[in-house]
């Protein structure tokens, strides 16, 4: 009687390596799905991060807006230049009235509105932040080298009204009377200047929802030592920053002031 051969359900030595080989294949294909979403994840959460960024400075905006009623304007840190002392001073007497450091920063030779010179000047020992920068004067000189026009330009933060939105600080705080008598004027009228519509100062970046920078400027005449002129203030929030940052501190806030005497 012959034996019957044994035969085995164990898989052969070749069967088990080519096994291996799809199980370590799989768990390639694995690990790099993985990662794929894991690099997909922290891409959108920074796409996520820089637009929550790009409004945070808009919400706190509108939440500086509704709180106005409990910020109030702080002590400036120096006096605005007197604008009417300097017309009809040299430059170099300017710049010595000036003071604060002042130091001429750029010229040029004009020949328009009756100018032959322009002359900016920087006020050194001022500088608000790194953003806001150094308040300027820029005065223009007549053929004789005598100032028959001039401006001033600082950061709000610098006269005090820093911490204000753009609409409280005019509307609220009388940012434009308050320049206007700064610069030397003792007679104008500011009871009809009103700011019109938002849509009409304020500027947005492409996404058309978030506020790039609000501007307005307001003119008009008044008069000092029965000498009359025309004035302008102009008062500009530049948001960039504060956007790119997500803090509302960051941004740029300027009033630009001219004043020009009338012919008598």
Not at 221 to 243: E, F
Request: contains cysteine; negative net charge.
């Amino acid at each position: 009687m012959s034996e019957t051969p044994h035969t085995t359900n164990q898989p052969s030595v070749h069967y088990r390596s080519r096994l291996k080989a799809r199980i370590a294949l799989v768990c390639i294909v694995i690990a790099v799905l993985l990662a794929v979403v894991c690099v997909s994840l922290v891409l959108i959460n920074q796409v996520s991060e820089r637009q929550s960024y790009a409004h945070a400075a808009q919400d706190d905006a509108a939440l500086l807006e509704e709180e106005e009623n409990s910020t109030e304007v702080t002590r400036a840190t120096y006096p605005i230049v007197n604008l009417v002392d300097l017309m009809g001073m040299t430059q170099d007497q300017a710049i010595n009235a000036i003071g604060h450091g002042a130091t001429v920063e750029h010229t040029s030779s004009l020949d328009a509105m009756g100018h032959a010179k322009e002359v900016t000047i920087a006020l050194a020992d001022e500088r608000a932040s790194v953003y806001a920068g150094t308040p300027t004067v820029v005065v223009w000189l007549n053929s004789q080298g005598q100032v028959q026009s001039a401006s001033y330009q600082a950061p709000t933060s610098l006269l005090g009204y820093g911490s204000l939105s753009f609409i409280s600080a005019i509307e609220d705080e009388d940012l434009v009377d308050y320049v206007l008598s700064s610069v030397g004027l003792t007679s104008f009228d500011t009871s009809q200047l009103a700011l019109p519509d938002k849509s009409q100062y304020s500027t947005y970046e492409s996404d058309r929802k978030t506020l790039a920078s609000e501007e307005y400027t307001f003119s008009g005449q008044g008069s000092a030592a029965n000498q009359a002129y025309t004035w302008s203030v102009m008062l500009t929030y530049d948001y960039t920053q504060a956007n790119e940052t997500g803090n509302l501190a960051n941004t740029i806030k300027q009033v630009h002031v001219t004043l020009t005497p009338l012919a008598e």
